[in-house]
């Protein structure tokens, strides 16, 4: 056997470098870079190992420099989702701290079922130093340790403890990394020591590898009962989720809704599947969906999921499938997914090639029409909500004073105005996503990137650029226009000097409403009076931030500006739409970044789609606001759909 004699993380780096994803006729790098923030842990494994392969063969794997651990693994799911699942990055941390900032990411990247490779260090395998330095210790396990907690968060997690470890701990990460069906977080725990350990590496571990996406046909007894349940429909509803993306079916979507005419809603993951304007697609589905996609899936006796996770939005905790006798038909890679709602109709299988088995086995169905009629309907109606929410500040808004503010909706007007048919609007938390959700108009398949599965605060820009790290390595030049509110701006924009450092171009569009202004929302309709959501200098009479004034000090375009990146601001003014659609313009024209900061209404919102989303209201309280928010509480819960059967009138 011929071997090489190396360290662990030479082998890591070099065998990574040689692993290769397929996909039909498309074969990619599975991680084509790293991500990595160097401290004792990594140091003189990882960081040894990359510096040394820069010298060499810097193409190998090649290496980008962060400021955050939990951004990190933002930019690999931004750079994943973009390459629909194909390719991920690595990202590389420290022990202790910079290892746990890397948790919420992984949380991220498995609860959107998005590859991501992490590499924490850990501490001495040998414990020759025992307490090293960010080491835990507990009296009861001494061997547990940060990297521990990756293990709940991880679609795979080993621990490197020995060298020869590595050869079998790798091929199964990879398995993982590349399987539609479990992918998410993989995690390989590397002890310090390990990393710099030697061991005689078999020149085989090292070779191109190739790693082919599974794309299974439909079952033929499963696809049989599906076209018999839809055949039998007269009002099918089609949920199309992030699979659709991700197995590349939007174009065989497209043609099986006009053959058949069958509506379609979808989730946050699913939007692009089709473009806003054909006469089958209806918006989003759900809680933040939009009235005309809620009131045909109200109706629906057959639902079609395809690629869903059917999260409590996409289906207003179970609210918005109201019809007694629905039949759901679920298409999906991961069995998991496939039997959610007690369906005895799952598809397990791939959606593109699911949809184009039940294009042909559908030949000749059509909806009734009566249904058509109303689906043109509903869409028209819808469309007319729309065009009126996204028209541009002018008049006076009711209950405004001093300078006017504009909508959260009309900004999202003035940006799509701007925007071309192929960029990408990049968020993630806050009332925008159940606002770009209800009215941002898609026009491409990777034009609508929401991460909504963990929906976390802070992933936006560093999601935004790896969406853009993806793009580039497609050789696409499209912009990546990120929405983020000023909340979600505070918990993480450090990635902003990456993209400076690095050259890599970002529009970044920061909309200050003074607050948590989603939370403030939600907060008022369970009776909690937005306590706690704006941002007040603190009433030390009170003890609280409810009365005191705005927190005006704090400037968060200066704070952009100190980055390096290029800064618009926009003032507040009757024409402050109209100015933000010119300065998207100018940033988009700009070869650098570019942040354009405006203020908003958060008391001005989108129209609302008939959806509901369960939160708890809380059963007894002295606060009349929280009484009466309990009993429409009440009224909206007696319409969830249970899990099996149907509560009968007066039970």
Request: aromatic share 6%; no cysteine; net charge negative.
């Amino acid at each position: 056997m011929t071997t090489r004699r190396m360290t662990v993380g030479q082998a890591l780096v070099e065998f990574l470098g040689h692993q290769w994803t397929v996909d039909g006729d498309v074969r990619e790098r599975t991680v084509p870079g790293i991500l990595g923030i160097f401290g004792h842990g990594n140091v003189a494994g990882l960081g040894q190992a990359l510096k040394q392969y820069n010298v060499l063969d810097p193409t190998l794997l090649p290496y980008h420099q962060a400021r955050n651990e939990q951004a990190m693994v933002h930019q690999a799911v931004g750079f994943a989702r973009v390459h629909r699942r194909r390719a991920t990055l690595a990202a590389a941390a420290s022990v202790g701290p910079g290892a746990a900032n890397m948790l919420t990411g992984a949380a991220l990247a498995t609860a959107n079922r998005m590859p991501a490779l992490l590499l924490p260090s850990d501490t001495f395998a040998t414990r020759v130093a025992d307490p090293v330095l960010q080491q835990l210790e507990h009296p009861h396990d001494i061997g547990l340790q940060v990297t521990d907690a990756f293990r709940p968060l991880s679609r795979f997690f080993d621990r490197v403890q020995r060298p020869e470890q590595l050869f079998s701990i790798a091929l199964a990460a990879m398995r993982v990394l590349t399987d539609p069906a479990e992918t998410g977080a993989v995690t390989i725990a590397l002890p310090e020591d390990v990393q710099a350990e030697a061991i005689d590496v078999p020149v085989e571990f090292l070779q191109e590898r190739e790693w082919h996406i599974r794309r299974p046909l439909p079952e033929k007894w499963a696809l049989d009962a599906a076209v018999a349940a839809i055949r039998g429909a007269k009002h099918p509803f089609i949920v199309a989720g992030g699979g659709v993306i991700y197995s590349g079916a939007e174009d065989v979507l497209r043609a099986l809704v006009e053959a058949t005419g069958i509506p379609v809603g979808t989730s946050q993951a699913g939007g692009g599947a089709l473009n806003w304007d054909h006469p089958q697609y209806l918006g989003g589905v759900g809680a933040t969906g939009t009235t005309a996609a809620n009131r045909l899936a109200e109706e629906a006796d057959v639902v079609i999921g395809i690629g869903t996770r059917y999260s409590d939005f996409t289906t207003a905790s179970r609210t918005v499938f109201q019809n007694p006798g629905v039949t759901f038909v679920n298409v999906n890679v991961a069995p998991f997914d496939a039997y959610k709602h007690g369906t005895q109709l799952p598809v397990i299988a791939d959606a593109r090639e699911t949809l184009t088995a039940l294009l042909q086995a559908l030949e000749g169905y059509r909806v009734e029409p009566g249904y058509a009629q109303r689906i043109e309907r509903e869409k028209r109606e819808w469309d007319a909500v729309v065009d009126a929410a996204l028209l541009p500040t002018g008049a006076e808004l009711p209950g405004q004073s001093g300078p006017q503010l504009p909508s959260q909706s009309q900004i999202i007007g003035a940006v799509q105005s701007a925007s071309a048919p192929r960029d990408i609007v990049v968020q993630a938390a806050g009332s925008l996503p159940g606002d770009l959700h209800k009215l941002w108009r898609v026009r491409d398949p990777l034009g609508y990137h929401v991460e909504y599965a963990f929906s976390t605060m802070g992933y936006e820009i560093a999601g935004g650029l790896g969406v853009k790290r993806g793009l580039e390595a497609l050789g696409d030049d499209r912009d990546v226009i990120v929405m983020v509110g000023d909340g979600s701006y505070l918990m993480l924009h450090s990635e902003l000097a990456t993209a400076v450092a690095e050259g890599i171009k970002i529009i970044v569009v920061l909309i200050q409403n003074e607050g948590f202004a989603s939370i403030g929302h939600l907060s008022e309709t369970v009776g909690s009076q937005r306590f706690g959501t704006r941002y007040r200098y603190l009433n030390r009479d009170e003890l609280n931030f409810e009365s005191g004034d705005l927190l005006d000090a704090v400037d968060l375009a200066a704070n952009a500006r100190s980055y390096g990146i290029d800064v618009i601001e926009i003032e507040p003014g009757a024409d402050a739409t109209s100015r933000l659609h010119d300065a998207v313009a100018v940033a988009k024209a700009s070869r650098a970044s570019t942040l354009i900061h405006i203020h908003s209404d958060p008391f001005a919102y989108a129209p609302d789609g008939e959806g509901w989303w369960d939160v708890p209201v809380a059963q007894v309280s002295e606060l009349e606001s929280t009484r009466q928010a309990y009993d429409e509480y009440v009224e909206q819960r007696a319409k969830q759909r249970p899990l099996l059967g149907r509560e009968e009138a007066g039970e």
